[in-house]
């Protein structure tokens, strides 16, 4: 195939060649005293030849445009591949490819050209049941629209007498029930290295739920846990990362403030299986163990750090002051406005008056 700017340069060239030419011609003509027959013939000739030229030029450009830019436009089985960044398989000739837009979602159909399957029990042809189709997603772009594959996967039954097995086709990038391709977690938890960004936003930038991220970080990442520390503070954090995991126990370093573990609720079932796995040598370490009010933290030293001495927060020893103060003046103010309900009602009934004291509405006090 003859490249665009090699064609349009060997084109200008020729049509200027042809009017140099032209030009040569009729000057030759005229100091010569050709004869008018002659000198018409030649000029009829070259606007023949200079015609054709031009004719099938354009036939060439206009006439053939899916040949001529087959090569400049159309995206070859690699090309997809890397537009997906999905690793080359071996067969990759194998694949077929068709894209459909529809306003912010992008669809890339992929396919398999039928080729002779054998059963791996019987060695036996296998006879294609047809295909279904399966639609993942596939978050690899960049502009804020959606990626989804619609892989269209046989199903194969080997046609052996004494066998019927079946076998649905694979795909290298895809697994089994799966609703997303292989490549999307290693991008969510990828996107989870920066700190700033919450699970939410993750979720909604590859169009899963925070669920399943929740998920995809525990089951990817292991965080082993710090050495117990001399100060240990413990209290609990509002994730709601399910039905039984509303609140999570953090266990934190009160001195450098790092994160000793996270504990998925506060049961207490929960705590005892966890603490009574660490070593009683590193549980002895603990002299101090900060807490809030909560009943079950106040039995935790007797049951599992023996060396510990219970200390109450600042933050709920304040509001503990402060609610008695609440409730000592709340205490007194019902105290004297009984009295002064009882002075009122003595009072009223001292100077023949009504239980109650009626004031003048506005209306009449204008008046």
Known sequence: MIPLNTLVYFTNKSFTV???LSIYINTILHFNNVSFYHYFH?????KFFGGLFLTLFLLYFF???LIFFKEVFMLTNEDYFKLLDISLPDNYDHYTFE?????PIKIITISTKPNLTRCPFCN???HSKGLYTRTVKHPVLQDNTQLYLKVKQRRWKCTGIHCSYTLNEEFPFLEPYRQSTNLVPFMIINSMKDLNRSTASIAKQFNVSDSYV???FTSYVDLPRLEMPEYLSIDEVHMNLGTDMKYQLVMMDFKNN???DILPNRYQSTIENYLLGIPLDERKKVKYLISDAYGPYFTMCEMYFPNAIQI????????VIIRALNAYINKYLKIYQERDRERLKQLNHDTNRDNTSKKLSMVIIEE
């Open 18 to 20: 042809v009017m140099h």
């Open 258 to 260: 790092q994160i000793v």
């Open 214 to 216: 929740h998920d995809l």
């Open 124 to 126: 036996s042809s296998m």
């Open 312 to 319: 109450l927060d600042s933050f709920h020893v304040v509001q």
């Open 99 to 103: 894209m459909e837009i529809k306003g």
């Open 42 to 46: 030649i000029r009829r000739v070259s």
């Open 63 to 65: 006439c053939c445009p």
